[in-house]
């Protein structure tokens, strides 16, 4: 009788534990990870090679959605505009939404799948093959070596990959105002200089940094404390990629609300 | 006394470990470590380079006491002790060569050139010439093994701990790499701490064997001493007698 009353209270409370100590464990990670930036000779030679492997090479799947994104945004706001308000104001939409919104939260979260499930399974599979444990007996810090390069990585790169996907969206929106609308480019730019702020491009890299900063360290996170063997490298990379997108969406109202 | 361990605990959660562990280990011996799956044995080891700290106790290396060592004392420390782990934990994703050089390069002021020659006697002393270019992945298990032993002589340590170095090899290669351990003690003058299930192998090696049960040391004497023990349990580990592990509870 106990024991069936006492479980879900029991499961709370192991819950609360868990996450308590999951905080803690963040907690060390990141002030361990701070630090770390001073073993400049550890993680520098590493860092241009995690620029590449997390920036890089997420070019093509960033583009790919943005290719995409942009020819939807401009035959949704067609349709959605059509006989209400001018039609160089696709234009604008589009700008505005690549900018502002859909270039910066969809490749972030394309990249928290690709750079977040790289990021934990490569330092996961490392936790559990004793290979981190190796670098520590051969005197390398091991957060100066896989989390510090990581996370400088996507705060350099992200915004590199969100500006360039956003600018390939705006320009695939364009060329399908033309193609399949019956817009002209003067119309198009229009709209599209109509409300641009330089603000909105801050904006952007703003989220962006916070993005790379989240998706890198959440991948190091769940990878560093990953335990078991390919299971549980399952598990952190699992984690880390539905951990990241969630942070993504909650940073993305965090900054509407603080910024705009 | 080279190293030291007074009185050591450690618990994982509500496992308790080791239950006031304590060992010594002498200057220029191989001592090896061996217990029954879960004895702590490899804990043991992963204390005396720091990887783990005890609960509480002493873990003395070279005079200095290991929880006590800050993050540079104990790199500086780590310098002269050589981990042989398990299954060889060599970065897959680098060339046999950068493995054998990574301790190497956290050696200031040590040259490039330095480093490959480097590389190549250690990898020359485990027999391993001309892979330098191989991964871990093209490797079979016992040159794996002798790879992350070549890694682990690379800084020239004054103390070697292997970790299970001959589990999961042919017979032939378990005499190989017995063969390595001895020489490393005879040419480098090394201190050798072998954790081991294999006993024809802790008998070829060591100098003296120390028996790991219920979180202490059971018993510890040289190889001579350990045939001759009448202790039921150790005797039930030696002959592999479950029979007499019983009777010895």
Redesign the interface.
């Known amino acids: 009788m106990n024991g069936s009353v006492l479980t879900p209270v029991e499961y709370v409370g192991r819950w609360s534990i868990n996450r308590v100590q999951s905080l803690g464990k963040a907690g060390y990670l990141i002030t361990g990870a701070l630090r770390a930036l001073r073993n400049v000779e550890i993680w520098g030679p590493r860092l241009i090679m995690q620029m590449v492997s997390v920036g890089v090479a997420s070019v093509p799947i960033a583009l790919f959605i943005a290719v995409f994104t942009g020819i939807v945004l401009a035959l949704q706001a067609s349709y959605t505009l059509t006989g209400a308000v001018p039609i160089y104001l696709v234009g604008t939409m589009v700008g505005k939404s690549m900018i502002l919104e859909l270039g910066p939260v969809l490749t972030g979260l394309s990249l928290a799948g690709r750079v977040g499930a790289s990021t934990a399974a490569e330092v996961g599979t490392?936790r559990v093959?004793?290979?981190i444990?190796?670098?520590?007996?051969?005197?390398?810090?091991p957060l100066a070596y896989l989390v510090v390069p990581r996370v400088l990585a996507g705060v350099f790169m992200f915004p590199v990959v969100i500006v360039l996907a956003s600018a390939v969206g705006i320009l695939t929106g364009w060329s399908a105002s033309l193609m399949l609308l019956d817009m002209s480019s003067a119309e198009f730019v229009r709209g599209l200089r109509l409300f641009f702020q330089p603000w909105d491009i801050q904006f952007a890299v703003i989220k962006s940094l916070s993005f790379g900063l989240i998706v890198t360290s959440v991948g190091s996170f769940y990878g560093f404390h990953a335990k078991g063997g390919a299971g549980g490298v399952g598990v952190a990379t699992t984690r880390a990629v539905v951990v990241s997108s969630m942070l993504i969406l909650v940073l993305d109202a965090f900054w509407a609300v603080v910024l705009l | 006394m080279s190293i030291v361990l007074r009185d050591v605990h450690r618990a994982f959660g509500r496992n308790q470990v080791l239950r006031g562990l304590d060992l010594e280990v002498l200057d220029g011996e191989t001592l090896s470590i061996i217990g029954f799956s879960g004895a702590g044995k490899s804990v043991v080891l992963?204390h005396m380079?720091?990887?783990l700290q005890p609960d509480s106790g002493d873990v003395v290396v070279d005079g200095q006491n290991v929880s006590g060592l800050d993050?540079r004392e104990l790199?500086?420390l780590?310098?002269d002790?050589?981990?042989v782990?398990?299954?060889a934990?060599?970065?897959?994703s680098m060339s046999i060569a950068d493995n054998v050089a990574?301790?190497l390069r956290?050696i200031p002021g040590m040259y490039d050139e330095e480093v490959v020659s480097r590389v190549r006697e250690c990898l020359a002393l485990v027999e391993l010439e001309g892979i330098e270019d191989r991964y871990p992945s093209e490797l079979s298990g016992g040159m794996v093994k002798r790879a992350g032993l070549a890694?682990a002589i690379a800084t020239k340590p004054k103390y070697l701990l292997y970790d299970e170095p001959t589990t999961g090899l042919d017979p032939v290669t378990v005499t190989v790499i017995d063969r390595l351990i001895v020489r490393m003690k005879e040419e480098l003058g090394v201190t050798g701490i072998v954790v081991t299930h294999d006993i024809e192998s802790a008998y070829a090696v060591s100098d003296r064997i120390a028996m790991l049960h219920d979180g202490r040391m059971r018993t510890c004497g040289t190889v001579d001493e350990i045939k001759e023990s009448d202790d039921l349990l150790l005797r039930s580990f030696l002959e592999g007698r479950p029979e007499l592990t019983e009777m010895a509870s």
């Open positions: 490392m093959t004793e290979q444990d190796a670098l520590e007996t051969l005197a390398y810090d | 992963k380079v720091g990887l993050v790199n500086r780590r310098c002790i050589g981990y782990f398990q299954f934990a060599l970065f897959d990574m301790g956290r890694r």
